[in-house]
């Protein structure tokens, strides 16, 4: 009996040290899990995609030749000639407005169909839901569910969608599901709802 308290209690303080740990690491990174708080300017844009965004602009690159081994030969076009002609592109007819208008619709209808809510929770919500990680609401628990339902449905969806931290837990921004749309996690949400109240 004793050993077993000794465990659980052990236990316990295994469960609470990650989970201060968990807290401190989603606020310090809190400018990469939300976009919206990081830093917008234009400085601080251009030195986030420097490292990706060099643009030539200028002459053409030409390979760099191994030491030891000749630079690559480029032919170029013999002095008075003239460049080849290039033909125009056809153009093209404009669709119907009334087709377009149906495409626009299908594609809409397509975006709001995803996965249900209950594949979502399934696929991601459940890892955090189901054991009430970092102060996760317990799916099913109407104790835990019942005040956070009474801020209002959209409150929730937000909350998934853009992260929460409050007195009671942490959600990062878009839960742990970064290919979820937000009509998915608005049904994840909604499904979760409908099974804890």
């Keep these: ?5 000794t465990y659980l209690g052990f236990s316990i303080m295994i469960l609470v040290v990650v ?3 968990v807290l401190l690491i989603a606020r310090g990174m809190g400018p990469v899990l939300n976009p919206q708080n990081a830093d917008m300017s234009e400085e601080a844009i ?6 990706v965004a060099k643009l030539n602009t200028g002459e053409p690159i030409r390979p760099e ?29 404009e669709a119907p407005e009334e087709a377009v208008a149906s495409a626009e619709a299908a594609d809409e209808a397509g975006a709001d169909e995803g996965r249900s809510g209950q594949d979502v929770y399934n696929s991601t919500c459940i890892a ?7 102060g996760a609401p317990k799916f099913g628990d109407p104790a835990a569910w019942g005040p956070r339902i009474e801020k209002g449905i959209d409150t929730l969806v937000q909350n998934a969608i853009n992260g ?3 007195e009671t837990g942490f959600m990062p921004p878009r839960g742990t599901c970064g ?12 499904y979760m709802v409908s099974e804890s109240q």
């Design 1 to 5: 009996m004793n050993r077993t308290n």
């Design 19 to 21: 989970g201060v740990l």
């Design 46 to 51: 251009a030195e986030r995609i420097e490292p």
């Design 65 to 93: 030749a191994p030491e030891g081994a000749e630079a690559p030969v480029v032919a170029e076009a013999p002095e008075g000639a003239e460049a080849p002609e290039v033909a125009e592109a056809p153009e093209v007819a």
């Design 128 to 134: 955090c839901h189901a054991a009430g990680v970092a």
């Design 164 to 166: 929460f931290a409050g």
């Design 179 to 190: 290919n979820c749309s937000d009509a998915e996690l608005e049904k994840a949400v909604k």
